[in-house]
């Protein structure tokens, strides 16, 4: 069966003190992984895609990587406005595009 | 520009109501997808449409869940008879195959 598990459920960080997500995965074959970002009474919000092994995608002070087992989201000196809940997904090798999601992350950042 | 639009934003209804959700997708996004967020749980895939295609309806929980798309453009989830159970976030998202899926802010329905 197809899974995605993220850690740690949540975290709290000082403003400026780096941190990494996980998310590992078990599929089938993997077609994409996705990186969301969502805040409260919102829906989620596109960060990254990531399509094979190797691969490295950044935006301000986040930063995503994957291997054949899982997924990281690097923060690098976050600020409180970084404070919201992080997913990620998986879209498997099916006819279907349909995004697998794990729990998330709940990150928050205290000035 | 306009991104995935979804009515009502908060729908409140009482145990065996019929309820309808819509979601007006991105200009040009063939596919279209709901999903369900309930309190304490992630993202729950519920039905897929693509094009003209057959739609993908393998998430959705009971024959008590519909949903349809006309025109290839805004779609309709229908719940009947809710349950309590039903409670939750529903979501829309709309893409191109494996592009990244855009989402809605859902509509929080709550069941009394």
């Known amino acids: 069966e197809d899974q995605v598990t993220q850690s740690p459920e949540a975290l709290r960080l000082q403003e400026g003190e780096s941190s990494s997500l996980n998310c590992s995965y078990t599929?089938?074959?993997?077609?994409?992984l996705f990186w969301y970002r969502q805040d409260p009474g919102k829906g989620p919000e596109f960060l990254f895609t990531?399509?094979?092994a190797g691969e490295e995608k950044e935006k301000e002070r986040l930063k995503a990587t994957l291997t054949k087992k899982e997924s990281f989201l690097h923060i690098t000196a976050p600020k409180p406005e970084d404070s919201a809940t992080y997913l990620c997904?998986?879209?498997?090798?099916?006819?279907?595009?349909?995004?697998?999601f794990g729990s998330g992350t709940r990150l928050l950042v205290r000035p | 520009g306009a991104g995935v639009s979804q009515s009502p934003s908060n729908k409140v209804t009482e145990k065996g109501k019929d309820v309808e959700l819509r979601c007006d997708p991105i200009?040009?996004?063939?596919?279209l997808y709901w999903y369900r967020q309930s309190l304490g749980q992630g993202l729950e895939f519920l039905i897929y449409?693509?094009?003209?295609?057959?739609?993908?309806k393998s998430g959705l929980p009971s024959d008590r869940f519909s949903a349809e798309r006309t025109g290839g453009s805004v779609s309709t989830l229908t719940i009947q008879r809710t349950q309590q159970e039903d409670s939750a976030v529903y979501l829309c998202?709309?893409?191109?195959?494996?592009?990244?899926?855009?989402f809605g802010d859902g509509t929080r329905l709550s069941i009394l």
């Open positions: 599929v089938s074959g993997l077609r994409g």
């Open positions: 449409f693509q094009g003209n295609s057959a739609p993908d």
């Open positions: 990531l399509y094979s």
């Open positions: 200009s040009g996004h063939t596919a």
């Open positions: 998202a709309s893409g191109v195959q494996r592009e990244p899926q855009h």
């Open positions: 997904a998986v879209q498997v090798m099916d006819s279907s595009y349909k995004l697998i």
